[in-house]
């Protein structure tokens, strides 16, 4: 690594305390997808003070936020989260379930260390640009609601990451390596039925059942579940039953559904066909409804050459090292659930030559901690989940990174997730993707070819150009 790189990334660790702490806060925050408000203050609060031109309330989402720092080209993105999950309350550093506030929220998916390490990758990339007097430009982009909200959608509906050369993210996991391939698509539509409250015994001919619409829609989606294609995905979740009385005809119901394809295209023509059920369900039961979209996201178009860059870099930087603490919590941890394959790593589930390399490393996927760095690997396999990191990379080549931040195999969206929050371990690979995000966009900033070369992808790529999901006139809502 060049004198001049190796000192930006020092920016880092000279200001670990400062990271650490604000990924704490943001953990003890806990707040839900759009009301990240004590979140976002206190990212744009530190950005001015550490420099950036803050610009708050994109694409009039309030909790949506950028701060820059630079002139001229390129223009290197870096995405930070910072929402929780509900119901994921956990005391920190317990390797066993306790709630500290029962039914309350937790970071259950590390976006606490997620939008900390982004921040730190742009103070990096803003000490290079600063010391050495080139052209460029770095944005740190608060992006709410990845769990519910889709802010990175409803962001890519105005053409924000048009604007940007390349984007870089990374994601708290259980194993540091480049994230690769695509994955579904999805849309989330809220139906909110109304019908004629009744006494169910007395008058009951003169009730219409909201509860008897919502019942018969998921009926009517169980069907339709035959005639899909294999990637995709209908969930639900009746958010209001219209009451606890048996003996009154509900006369409000409303149900969740989120509704996966892999392609958006195809996305929209499932979500038309459980309109249609929503339609039938209110003709059959006399009742009417609301149809209330809430969000929508695109499916990720890979990157092999940022994804090489990225690959490069966390080479360069070298792997944290682990104590006892770390090791024991992590062990600890790994007692509370089953194996999985998640502990043996994405390229292993895809590639029988790495699947064997890893097997032994990890023992099995026994080992508590994936302490190394999993075999380079690339490819435009097929995951089921969904993200509005896909959005973005329609719009401009896109990578992201994976590194260590809890036990290996561990359940998403989990309580263990969320105990491990305020950990060392997790604070290290906090460090470790600030610097390997600010290693690779000091690279694209200075170094052409490697940037020309990722467009080149990202146009072939791309090709068949962006389908928004956010419909026209959606505005983002906070369920």
């Not at 317990?94 to 260390?113: D, E, I, V």
């Not at 600063?130 to 105005?158: D, Y």
């Amino acid at each position: 690594m060049d004198a001049k790189k190796l000192a930006a990334l020092a920016a880092v660790d000279e200001k670990k305390d400062l990271f650490t702490a604000i990924s704490d806060r943001i953990w003890d925050y806990a707040e839900l997808s759009l009301k990240e408000y004590q979140s976002a203050a206190l990212y744009c609060k530190t950005l001015r003070e550490l420099g950036f031109t803050v610009t708050e309330k994109l694409g009039g989402i309030d909790t949506a936020f950028c701060g820059s720092f630079g002139s001229g080209g390129p223009v290197i993105g870096i995405l930070g989260e910072f929402d929780a999950l509900s119901g994921l309350s956990q005391e920190a550093g317990k390797a066993f379930h306790c709630p500290l506030q029962p039914g309350g929220s937790g970071h259950g998916c590390g976006h606490n260390l997620l939008g900390a390490g982004s921040l730190a990758a742009a103070v990096a990339v803003k000490r290079y640009l600063e010391r050495n007097g080139a052209p460029g430009t770095v944005i740190f982009f608060g992006c709410p609601g990845e769990e519910g909200g889709a802010g990175k959608a409803f962001l890519a509906r105005e053409g924000l990451w048009k604007t940007l050369d390349a984007a870089l993210c990374w994601h708290p996991g259980d194993a540091f390596q480049t994230m690769t391939g695509t994955n579904n698509s999805c849309i989330q539509v809220l139906y909110k039925f109304h019908g004629i409250p009744a006494h169910a015994a007395g008058d009951p001919f003169n009730g219409r059942s909201a509860l008897d619409a919502v019942e018969l829609m998921n009926i009517g989606v169980q069907f339709l579940r035959e005639h899909t294609t294999p990637d995709c995905r209908i969930h639900y979740a009746i958010t209001n039953s219209g009451g606890v009385s048996p003996n009154v005809v509900q006369s409000v119901a409303d149900v969740l559904y989120m509704v996966r394809a892999n392609k958006v295209a195809d996305t929209v023509a499932l979500q038309a066909r459980v309109d249609d059920i929503a339609k039938g369900a209110a003709l059959m039961t006399g009742t009417s409804y609301e149809r209330v979209f809430i969000d929508g996201t695109a499916e990720t178009l890979p990157n092999f050459t940022l994804e090489g860059l990225l690959y490069d870099n966390m080479e360069e930087v070298g792997l944290p090292v682990y104590d006892e603490a770390d090791r024991a919590l992590a062990a600890a941890l790994k007692a509370t659930y089953p194996p999985g394959e998640a502990a043996l790593g994405t390229g292993a589930r895809f590639d029988p030559s790495i699947r064997k390399q890893v097997s032994a490393l990890t023992e099995g996927g026994t080992r508590p901690l994936n302490d190394f760095l999993m075999p380079r690997y690339s490819g435009t396999q097929f995951s089921p989940g969904s993200t509005d990191v896909g959005d973005v990379s329609w719009l401009t080549p896109t990578a992201q990174i994976e590194a260590l931040a809890w036990p290996s195999g561990v359940p998403g969206h989990s309580w263990q997730i969320v105990a491990c929050g305020r950990s060392e371990m997790a604070h290290k690979g906090l460090l470790f993707a600030g610097k390997v995000l600010a290693g690779a966009a000091i690279d694209l900033l200075t170094k052409p070819e490697l940037l020309a070369a990722a467009k080149a992808e990202f146009q072939e790529r791309a090709a068949g150009g962006y389908v928004c999901p956010i419909e026209p006139d959606a505005v983002p809502i906070a369920l």
